[in-house]
């Protein structure tokens, strides 16, 4: 399709005459319009009588604005014709949808409210575009081989027999319209007009009430409406495809209009704007990363020493107090960063205290990490909607890192305490890495980078036109 229209076409007004209830102007491009809804009033009027009466009232059009951009009387451009907007409904939809989960799955009751768009060729072809709180549809009319009545649910009107009873109301489900296999209803409702502007070639009243269902095949929604009669039978049939559609897509067709052109330019500003900060943030995360990745890479293991916990004889008496357990060699360190790290080893159910103390060689302490932990795991019977099992379940706590820098060079050791415990088989290992540990300033930064990152994507994206 072309992106814009190159040569506007004209669409030369076929009659023009004042709204005979509140005097507005209404001007008609298309012959074949019958009624004709008033912008400002709400009005429908009969444009084929000399007098044209009021057919009926709608209720005020500031209670029905257009959801966005596209309004009566624009022009764009579709597969190279020219086109103009000539008429809006504004339907209520009342229908069931389909849901599936882990759980199950079914129907439940929805309510909705859409815009139906018509749109006429410079060679007096139609078409409609669709429009509600989730985006636009194109609307292709066609002639199905396999055609069928659209599925009502409680109602028995899709029984009646014939080429239209391929519904099966046990399962939900309908013949695809090309090749007869079978798919999944996934709406099925009714929807009934709330307002009407701009021109018809049929009567558009409040009473008007369509029967739809719809199924999926591939990104297409594959639609069939039948018009009700106040009794309920079907008056028309009608099959539709519909095609959704991006909306920076659907503005780049209507590019002709001002106020869209100046939109569009602002968006490609911004989308401009966003992508070259993507850019810079791309470029310093990974700075960031490859120094983060180097860093750790370059770590080298000072010591790892394990030692084991000694069962206490009397856990409510004074034999559980932390205890030293262990000095480790003396080990020289440079200026720099160091990861500290203490595991423990634990039985089921149990539990321990474990500290250790870097000390420098005449007995100054500089640093120390500790830490409670311990161990539990077992099994638990459930039973949920008729159904039941046995799940395994865990908590525990076994391990405990602390980064931090070393400012002073020289020759250190750790000295590891551990509280006795009831458990024998308790082991607490105590290792140490240098070289390998990043600041907390090396988080905070990637995390501010993450952050602003997002919050200019997410910035950018909200003044888009066409989000």
């Given amino acids: 399709m072309a992106n814009g229209i190159k040569e506007t076409f004209v669409f030369e007004n076929v009659k023009q005459f004042k709204c005979p209830n509140c005097g507005a102007e209404l001007r008609l491009i298309n012959a074949r319009t019958r009624y004709v809804g008033c912008q400002s009033c709400g009005t429908v009027a009969d444009a084929r009588s000399e007098a044209h009466q009021v057919v009926m009232r709608y209720n005020e059009p500031e ?65 409609y575009i669709v429009e509600d709180n989730e985006g636009y549809s194109i609307v292709h009319p066609f002639l199905p081989k396999f055609p069928f009545a659209p599925y009502l649910g409680t109602n028995d009107a899709d029984e009646k027999g014939g080429i239209f009873s391929s519904v099966s109301k046990s399962k939900r489900s309908v013949q695809n319209f090309n090749d007869k296999s079978s798919e999944r209803v996934l709406e099925y409702g009714q929807s009934q007009v709330q307002y009407f502007e701009g021109e018809s070639t049929y009567q558009i009243s409040t009473d008007d009430r369509v029967a739809f269902s719809m199924y999926r095949q591939g990104d297409d929604d594959f639609v069939v409406e039948a018009r009700l009669a106040t009794d309920g039978s079907y008056q028309e049939i009608e099959f539709f495809r ?11 067709r209507f590019q002709n209009d001002p106020i869209v052109a100046t939109q569009l330019a602002e968006g490609a500003i911004i989308q401009k704007n966003t992508r070259n900060w993507q850019a810079i943030f791309g470029l310093f995360s990974t700075v960031f990363l490859f120094l983060l990745f180097t860093t750790f890479n370059g770590g080298k293991r000072v010591f790892e020493q394990r030692f084991s916990v000694a069962a206490a004889k009397d856990t409510n008496k004074t034999d559980i107090e932390p205890r030293l357990v262990g000095v480790t060699p003396t080990f020289a360190l440079e200026a720099g960063p160091v990861l500290l790290r203490i595991q423990a080893s634990l039985p089921n159910g149990s539990d321990v205290w474990a500290g250790v ?43 405990r890192e602390e980064p931090y820098r070393v400012t002073e060079p020289g020759n250190y050791n750790a000295r590891v305490f551990v509280s006795p415990t009831s458990s024998t088989k308790t082991e607490v290992t105590v290792s140490m890495t240098t070289g390998a540990v990043p600041s907390r300033y090396y988080w905070i930064g990637l995390a501010a980078c993450l952050f602003s990152l997002l919050a200019v994507t997410a910035a950018s994206w909200a003044r888009m036109p066409w989000r």
Wanted: glycine share 10%.
């Fill in 63 to 127: 209670k029905f604005p257009a959801k966005s951009f596209i309004k009566l009387g624009m022009l764009a451009e579709f597969d190279g014709l020219s086109h103009q907007v000539i008429g809006r409904t504004r339907w209520h939809s009342e229908y069931q949808e389909y849901w599936a989960d882990d759980e199950g799955s079914g129907y439940e009751a929805e309510t909705w409210h859409y815009d139906e768009w018509l749109l006429m060729s410079q060679n007096r072809t139609y078409f």
């Fill in 357 to 399: 103390e870097i000390a420098k060689a005449d007995g100054q302490v500089v640093n120390a990490i500790d830490g409670a932990f311990y161990y539990e795991t077992g099994q638990e019977d459930w039973v949920e909607g008729g159904e039941s099992g046995t799940e395994t379940w865990e908590e525990s706590q076994t391990n």
């Fill in 242 to 252: 519909e095609e959704p559609i991006a909306k920076k897509w659907l503005m780049e």
